[in-house]
């Protein structure tokens, strides 16, 4: 195996080359961002950087994908007839006025009772900021008694509310997730949690880190698709 690169508009792309008794050239992007080209062993490595070349889009898109964290703009209006996302479903929003002020869910409804139907967002605005941590603690409580079992779990949680994270942790190994998880579904969430876990031992995203994040969790790439492909709507 060689190490070669080309060079991108801006960006340098360096790439392992193995050859093998192989028909076509292959380029893989792996989940720490190495590119990987298997070649046939006839191809010289100008014809080699020529195919990358022509990949290179694709390859950035490839490291982009893996790389990213970053969460959704959640935006929704608490008016009866539109609808807002909660642990991955949909449900319809009732507001009525009423002596009290609560919300509950039954079925695919959120019924939420105000004395004032101006103050109906931020009455929900309240239960779910409470809702989120309280259940986003349960979800989590399995993902991080799994990884106790071989490392140091964290020293803390806390809930803060992040444009652009759905997480993060600390140089004090304290993990700060983003309530607004709560629209996602419990699988996502889990993710989250798990990839977060395993920075408290590797701080980078690399080639270790995503080793541990495949041995805590192997299907953590198709949660991750989905969590990156979740959309949420009125």
């Known amino acids: 195996m060689m190490t070669a690169k080309i060079l991108f508009g801006s960006h340098t792309i ?17 989940p720490d961002c190495s590119v990987h080209v298997a070649a046939p062993m006839d191809i010289s490595l100008d014809k080699v950087k ?10 950035l898109k490839q490291k982009s994908y893996f790389l ?8 929704y209006e608490i008016k009866s007839g539109y609808s807002i996302h909660y ?11 009423t002596n009290n002020n609560e919300v509950a869910y039954k079925g695919n409804l959120f019924l939420i009772s105000v004395k004032n139907k101006k103050d109906a967002k931020l009455i929900f605005d309240q239960w779910l900021k409470e809702r ?37 942790c600390t140089i004090k190994n304290k993990l700060i997730l983003n309530p607004k998880l709560i629209h996602t579904p419990k699988r996502c969430i889990e993710y989250v949690v798990m990839h977060e876990l395993c920075h408290l031992i590797h701080k980078h995203h690399n080639q ?18 989905k969590l990156d492909s979740f959309t949420f709507f009125n």
């Open 132 to 168: 989120a941590v309280t259940k986003i603690i349960e979800i989590s409580s399995p993902m991080i008694k799994k990884f106790s079992l071989s490392f140091q779990p964290p020293s803390d949680i806390f809930f803060q509310e992040m444009p652009t994270r759905w997480g993060s």
């Open 68 to 75: 990213n964290f970053e969460a959704t703009n959640i935006k």
């Open 50 to 59: 020529e195919v990358v070349l022509k990949k290179a889009l694709w390859i």
């Open 208 to 225: 270790e880190f995503f080793k541990l994040l495949t041995l805590m969790m192997p299907d953590w790439e198709k949660r991750k698709e």
């Open 87 to 97: 642990l991955g479903r949909q449900y319809k929003i009732v507001v009525e006025q």
């Open 14 to 30: 360096e790439f392992n080359l193995s050859y093998s008794k192989r028909k076509t050239l292959g380029v893989k992007v792996m």
